[in-house]
């Protein structure tokens, strides 16, 4: 079936379970699809539009009380909802960072905050995870100092990310805060895999901006995502525009240049709006989520040769594994090779792994029911056995 | 009524998702859906009667 000329309608998650370590928490609830389908039109949100003219000022939809209320929800003083977590980083770098600035990151940092330093013209200086892909408040100290020393100055701005892309491993943001704090140094927490997965207190955590992902851990349409600043920064970011036309004369009003204006004007807006409230309540049952994700990774720990990467036992439902030595020792001779993994799991409703990985790859659990687990776990077991590998 | 049974249809695509990819419902799911697929009828009816006046 089609809903458009080569666009084949997409039913992946009705007709299988996906385990796509970037999918899980992106998934729309009942009621965002629903608001999809009343406004999917371009500026949909914009009917009620008066002055100021700006999208967070719209009360009908509650676009303004949404505002509100995401800043409350996150213990921050301002918010705005950007199209994707990268969008805040980039707002949030093009105020702080200038040529040649140094700005802290760490080496599991995901590669939307790269990009936002390298436009803003500032130098990656990234703090070492350990040995257990841990990134520490001593290692952040650490590399503070060493930035001082090569660079003659202080970084301007450090990104942590809470639960990094990697290994899903958390970081203890508040640590590192505190000691980016005795150097004036202002931290952006990206939760682009904690905002509406797990309960997030932003000033708790030390944190000066908080960034989300809409479509990635908060039930919502991509592009969307949300930047939450305290009171002092949110001045900084969230400025207003001052410029005029030389000709015209034109002014801008209260438009926000970091912004570029209005944001998200339509469905993926309102597609964030209704989900709310099921993130909301859904954050508060997180540890329902690590049992479900703790009945798939038991299931492969139990496969011979299986060892997790990530931090065990496991604080996230994304998971790092590597099984070189299980599946992959199958695919050396399987006449499909390294795709008999992702055709078997296919073959029993699972999607979501990079097809043809055998050695190391990703799965999130998240938003499964236990029964979905389950049957998961048992399909790992049923194809490591089918294939010859030891269950222990 | 459109949108009413768009949205019939959306409560059943949901529950489609949480009981992939076997789709076997429990007495709960299974009351839920002849709920779900009854509605639609009535509306799917109503837009009968609207449209096709």
Not at chain 1, 366 to 382: E, L
Request: charged share 25%; proline share 4%; hydrophobic share 40%.
């Amino acid at each position: 079936m089609r809903c458009g000329a080569g666009i084949d309608a997409r039913m992946v998650d009705e007709l299988t379970i996906n385990i796509d370590p970037i999918q899980a928490g992106g998934r729309l609830t009942a009621d965002a699809m629903k608001a999809v389908i009343a406004y999917g039109d371009g500026y949909s949100v914009c009917d009620n539009c008066r002055k100021p003219n700006r999208l967070d000022y719209i009360s009908k939809p509650p676009v303004a009380e949404f505002h509100k209320d995401l800043a409350v929800w996150l213990n921050m003083d301002t918010a705005r909802v950007v199209p994707g977590a990268r969008r805040g980083f980039q707002a949030v770098a093009h105020t702080y960072v200038h040529k040649g600035d140094p700005v802290l990151l760490t080496s599991l940092s995901h590669y939307t905050e790269f990009l936002a330093i390298e436009e803003a013209d500032g130098i990656a200086c990234e703090i070492p995870a350990d040995e257990r892909h841990i990134v520490t408040a001593d290692a952040a100290a650490e590399k503070i100092e060493e930035v001082k020393k090569q660079h003659g100055r202080l970084p301007v701005l450090a990104f942590i990310d809470h639960v990094d892309y990697q290994y899903g491993n958390i970081h203890d943001v508040q640590a590192i805060a505190k000691v980016a704090h005795q150097y004036d140094i202002p931290l952006l927490y990206n939760g682009a895999y904690t905002v509406g997965i797990l309960p997030v207190d932003g000033k708790n955590l030390g944190a000066d901006f908080v960034v989300g992902s809409g479509h990635k851990s908060m039930a919502a349409p991509a592009p969307s995502g949300v930047l939450a600043a305290t009171a002092e920064r949110a001045k900084e970011v969230f400025r207003t525009t001052a410029i005029t036309g030389d000709v015209t004369k034109r002014k801008f009003g209260i438009k926000e240049p970091e912004m570029m204006g209005c944001t998200l004007m339509g469905v993926t807006l309102v597609g964030m709006m209704a989900s709310f409230p099921h993130v909301k309540e859904r954050v508060k049952h997180f540890g329902r989520e690590l049992e479900n994700a703790g009945i798939v990774t038991d299931a492969l720990r139990s496969i011979a040769g299986t060892a997790i990467l990530s931090e065990y036992p496991r604080k996230h439902t994304l998971t790092r594994v590597d099984t070189t030595a299980s599946f992959d020792t199958v695919a050396q001779t399987h006449k499909k090779r390294g795709f008999y993994l992702s055709g078997a799991l296919g073959e029993k409703g699972i999607t979501g792994i990079i097809p043809g990985a055998t050695r190391v790859w990703k799965y999130n659990t998240y938003g499964m029911t236990t029964t979905q687990a389950q049957y998961v776990a048992q399909v790992f077991v049923d194809i490591a056995q089918e294939n010859g590998l030891k269950v222990a | 009524m459109l949108f009413q049974a768009m949205y019939t249809l959306t409560d059943l695509r949901v529950l489609l998702r949480e009981t992939a990819p076997l789709h076997e419902f429990d007495a709960e799911q299974k009351a839920q859906v002849q709920r779900l697929l009854d509605n639609l009828e009535r509306q799917v009816g109503s837009l009968k009667q609207e449209m096709l006046k």
